[in-house]
């Protein structure tokens, strides 16, 4: 399945799980209606802006709208059939590792972040508590968590949790390479 197709067709069946209209996932997210049917109906070329939104306001990690509509729970992903998505307005590249397993709480996504490119995902609050770690494998990226900022580089591993607007940037003239691992964990309540 195209990847787009794909993504169209989780954000289609996550948000009507969830007993959500159109209107209320735009609501809940602060995407706009005709942009998420545009998404659902395979129409656009969504950003990692939009779709990390999109994510959050369905209570899933970005990383769940690139997994196939109809998840098998295989503990083994071969590389051939780890999904790809390239941002259209970045052009970083993501691949989800993992197995889909939708009772582990934990996700590996690896990044190529383009040379000068930068990403910033505006979302903060989140039903679920989302542990990350960024693990620097080639180059050197600059990420910013709320008002914090580091500059990491090969080897360097950067954690923190995932309810404050993230930024990552590569200022410099060589891509970076890095594993993005999440763990959540269910509200308490």
């Not at 109906?41 to 969504?46: E, K, V, W, Y």
């Not at 941002?87 to 996504?109: A, E, H, K, T, W």
């Not at 600059?142 to 940037?169: E, K, M, R, W």
Request: hydrophobic fraction near 40%; proline fraction near 7%.
């Amino acid at each position: 399945m195209d990847i787009n197709a794909r993504i169209a067709a989780r954000v289609s069946f996550l948000r009507q799980e969830r007993g959500l209209s159109l209107d209320a996932l735009a609501t809940k997210c602060s995407v706009s209606r005709s942009m998420i049917s545009l998404i659902e109906r395979g129409q656009s070329n969504a950003t990692a802006v939009v779709l990390e939104k999109l994510a959050t306001g369905l209570g899933v990690l970005l990383a769940a709208l690139f997994e196939d509509p109809q998840p098998q729970t295989a503990p083994l992903m071969r590389h051939a059939d780890q999904p790809e998505w390239r941002d259209p307005q970045s052009g970083y590249l993501r691949r989800n590792i993992s197995p889909p397993n939708p009772q582990s709480p934990l996700r590996i996504v690896e990044v190529q972040f383009p040379a000068g490119a930068k990403v910033t995902y505006e979302t903060a609050a989140r039903e679920a508590l989302v542990q990350q770690q960024v693990w620097i494998l080639e180059g050197r990226m600059d990420v910013s968590v709320g008002n914090a900022h580091y500059a990491i580089a090969a080897g360097d591993c950067l954690a923190f949790q995932l309810n404050l607007p993230v930024t990552f940037h590569n200022p410099h003239r060589k891509p970076a390479r890095y594993a993005v691992i999440t763990c959540t964990d269910k509200p308490h309540g």
